[in-house]
C-alpha cells in the first residue's frame, strides 16, 4: 500500500469504524460504502479497477456467509469489503486470517478497557451451568464484542505481515 490517497481512506474508514463501532455497536454505511467507493474510484484512475472490485468479491465470498450464519453482523462484513475495495483481494484474504488469530486476544483485551470481563465470566458460568442441567434463572444481560476494533488490527497486522507472501497480485 504505498498511495497516499489509498492509505488515508483505509486508515481513515478502518478508525472510523473502530471509534463508531466502540461506542454505539454500528458501523455507520457511510464509511464502510465510502472505502469501497473510494476504492473503485482510486483504482479506476489507475486503470485498475478490477482490482478494488475483485478485493470487495473476495470479502463479499468469506464475510457474506459468515454474516448470513450469524457469525458476523452486516457492518462487520462491508467493512472488510472496504478493506478489499482498498487494498485488494490478497490483503482481504490475509486480514480475514488474522481476524481469525487475533478475535480472541483483541476482542477480550476490548472487553477489559470496556469493563465487560466480568459480565463475560458471568455469561460463560451461566451457559456452564445450563449445560450440565442445572436451575439458572434468567441469562444474565449477554457481553458483545463489537469487531471493528479487531477487524482494524487484523488489517494492520495484515499490512505490515503478509501470510500469503507468495502471492503476488
Known sequence: MT?????????????????????????PNVVTFGMMLTGVVIHSAYGESGFALLGVLAAFAIHYPLWMLGVERPGDAKLVMGVGALVG???VLDTTLWLAVLYLPVGLGVLAAR???RNLARVLQWRIDKAKGLAVGDPPEPTVLWTAPVIAAAAVAAWWFDVMPIVDP
Open 89 to 91: 483481494w490478497v490483503e
Open 115 to 117: 469493563g465487560r470481563l
Open 3 to 27: 498511495d497516499p490517497m489509498i492509505f488515508a481512506a483505509w486508515a481513515a474508514g478502518l478508525g472510523w469504524a473502530s471509534w463508531t463501532d466502540s461506542r454505539t455497536g454500528r458501523i
